[in-house]
């Protein structure tokens, strides 16, 4: 009975110290949450950090192969729709396909806060891995650079195809305004 209390007082500290972490991370990440410029340029500044490490150790291609398709499969995530038309039965939730067709707001299925999220803390986990020998597998880097654009252009293709057949466009420039309809008797020309 004693062994096990004494284990219990000395997981608490661990575990105090696990949620107290825990809280902090996740009030500065609800910080962040309406500052979308300052969270990409902070991004940016750990892919900058990153390619700077690779580049300086010349070495880690396959880590970072496995990035860039891990980065790629989130953007298609970001660029799609989060009910895609070709797998859901038409049941009135998919997107409008035809002009006359109700207006219904497009939804990715990865929005951008948890895209944003997600390349983050990627970046974040390969520059570690940069620093432990095993993961620096040689190979013939161009090789590796050449499959991965032939790969982006054929998935990009695709997902630019899907978004002509279907009608959507992922990004929005500004808010949405009605602006009416314009009466004939205002664009005729007045007689006197």
Known sequence: MEGSS???????????????????????????TPHPVGRWL?????AVIYSLRVYYVQGFYIVSYGLGIYVLNL??????????????V?????????????????????PEFKFW????????????????????VPVFWPILLCYWIVLFVLTMK?????MIKYKYVPFSIGKQRYTGKKSSSSTGS???
């Open 158 to 162: 695709r997902q630019i195809l899907h």
């Open 75 to 88: 953007l298609i995530g970001f660029l799609s729709p989060k009910e895609d038309p070709e797998l859901e």
């Open 42 to 46: 902070g991004t940016l500044a750990a």
């Open 190 to 192: 007045s007689k006197d």
């Open 90 to 110: 038409l049941d009135g939730a998919s997107l409008p396909t035809k002009g006359s067709d109700e207006f219904r707001p497009f939804i990715r299925r990865l």
């Open 117 to 136: 999220y997600s390349i983050t803390k990627a970046f974040c986990i390969a520059f570690v891995m940069t620093f432990f020998s095993v993961f620096d």
């Open 6 to 32: 004494g284990e219990a007082a000395a997981e608490l500290p661990v575990a105090n110290w696990r949620r107290d972490f825990s809280r902090a991370f996740q009030y500065y990440l609800d910080r962040s």
